[in-house]
């Protein structure tokens, strides 16, 4: 079966730098994306990787390796406003967008 | 640019009630419109894909003449829930993407659906 994992919750400090990892499992590859949810809210748009590697975006990096089925988020200089959460999917073969249930982040000062 | 409006952003009504959520690209030409509903603190689920001039396709276990979706045009596509009981009540969120469809999925603001 297709499947998405990442933790549940995370908690880092205003200023630190956090990781949130992502594993998946699909029915063919063609993309992972990351996608940031206030509550309440919609997601928008975070990163989008298809090649193996580092994908920086101003404080936010994405990374993928794809023979691992791994991805992660990485969010430096964390400010209060990064509480949310960050959701994984990747895209199967059918061009599906498989969700992970997402990561909520806490951000304490 | 890719916004995305979705409207109403709130809606309380009583049960029986037909209730109609509108989802608009406003800057660009959407290939594809998806619905999604989310449960509180739980991820988002696909209802249906939907492409202008053709009729959607649903996810399984997603009732089509419970939900309609009508994607009449390239910028618009409305989502109407039926005769709504408060088990519909939940979060209802619309995106669209351009062009290729492995495109980023760009979301509306969501309907928060509240049936009495």
């Known amino acids: 079966g297709q499947n998405i994992d990442q933790p549940t919750e995370m908690t880092a400090t205003e200023g630190a730098i956090v990781q949130i990892n992502c594993t998946y499992q699909?029915?063919?590859?063609?993309?992972l994306f990351w996608y940031q949810q206030h509550a309440g809210e919609a997601p928008t748009f975070l990163s989008y990787?298809?090649l193996d590697g580092l994908e920086e975006k101003g404080r936010f990096s994405s990374f993928l390796s794809r023979s691992k089925g791994y991805s992660y988020l990485l969010l430096k200089e964390l400010q209060m406003k990064d509480s949310a959460s960050y959701l994984c999917?990747?895209?199967?073969?059918?061009?599906?967008?498989?969700w992970g249930a997402g990561t909520k982040l806490i951000i304490k000062p | 640019g890719a916004v995305v409006s979705q409207h109403p952003s709130r809606v309380i009504c009583k049960s029986g009630t037909s209730v109609k959520i509108e989802c608009r690209s406003l800057?660009?030409?959407?290939?594809?419109m998806f619905w999604y509903r989310q449960f509180p603190k739980q991820s988002l689920m696909l209802m249906a894909t939907?492409?202008?001039?053709?009729?959607?396709?649903?996810e399984q276990g997603v009732e089509k003449d419970k939900f309609l979706i009508n994607h009449a045009s390239l910028t618009l596509s409305t989502l109407t829930v039926t005769s709504a009981h408060p088990e519909d009540s939940s979060f209802y969120i619309c995106?669209?993407?351009?062009?290729?469809?492995?495109?980023?999925?760009?979301f509306g603001d969501g309907t928060r659906l509240s049936i009495l």
């Open positions: 995106s669209a993407t351009e062009g290729d469809i492995n495109q980023p999925q760009h």
């Open positions: 800057d660009f030409q959407a290939t594809t």
């Open positions: 939907s492409n202008e001039g053709s009729k959607a396709t649903y």
């Open positions: 699909t029915s063919g590859f063609n993309g």
């Open positions: 990787n298809v």
């Open positions: 999917a990747a895209m199967d073969s059918n061009y599906q967008l498989i």
